[in-house]
Nanobody, 122 residues
Framework: QVQLVESGGGLVQAGGSLRLSCAAS????????MGWSRQAPGKEREFVGA???????YYSNSVKGRFTISRDNAKNTVYLQMNDLKPEDTAVYYC????????????????WGQGTQVTVSS
C-alpha cells in the first residue's frame, strides 16, 4: 500500500510558477512510476505527465516545455515544477503511483493522492 500526499498548490498569476510536491509512504518508492493528472471544473481529467522508475519523463502536449517532473528517491518525493502558468492550467492536481507497463496511461496507476488545487488568475 502506498499513500500519496500532495502539497504546494495555491493561487498564482498567469506567467508565474509553482512547484507541487508529492510525498509517498512506503519503502519501495524507487520501484514505482510516478505520474501527475489534473481535473478542471466541468472538464475531463487530463494526464499531465510521468516519470518512470528509470527516470524517463513524459509530458502531455499541453504542458510540454513548461512543466518538469522530477523525483528524489531518497526523500520518497516526486515534484511537478510548473512554469509560465496559464489560466487553463487551473485544476486539482493529483499524484499517481504504480508499477506500470505504460507510464503514460493513467489507468495503469494503482495509487492516487487526494489532490491539491492550483488556481491561475489572468
Amino acid at each position: 500500500q502506498v499513500q500519496l500526499v500532495e502539497s504546494g498548490g495555491g493561487l498564482v498569476q498567469a506567467g508565474g510558477s509553482l512547484r507541487l510536491s508529492c510525498a509517498a509512504s512506503g519503502r519501495d518508492f524507487s520501484s514505482y512510476d510516478m505520474g501527475w493528472s489534473r481535473q478542471a471544473p466541468g472538464k475531463e481529467r487530463e494526464f499531465v505527465g510521468a516519470i518512470s522508475r528509470y527516470g524517463a519523463t513524459y509530458y502531455s502536449n499541453s504542458v510540454k516545455g513548461r512543466f518538469t517532473i522530477s523525483r528524489d528517491n531518497a526523500k520518497n518525493t516526486v515534484y511537478l515544477q510548473m512554469n509560465d502558468l496559464k489560466p487553463e492550467d487551473t485544476a486539482v492536481y493529483y499524484c499517481l503511483a504504480g508499477s506500470t507497463l505504460v507510464p503514460t496511461r493513467e489507468t495503469s496507476y494503482n495509487y492516487w493522492g487526494q489532490g491539491t488545487q492550483v488556481t491561475v488568475s489572468s
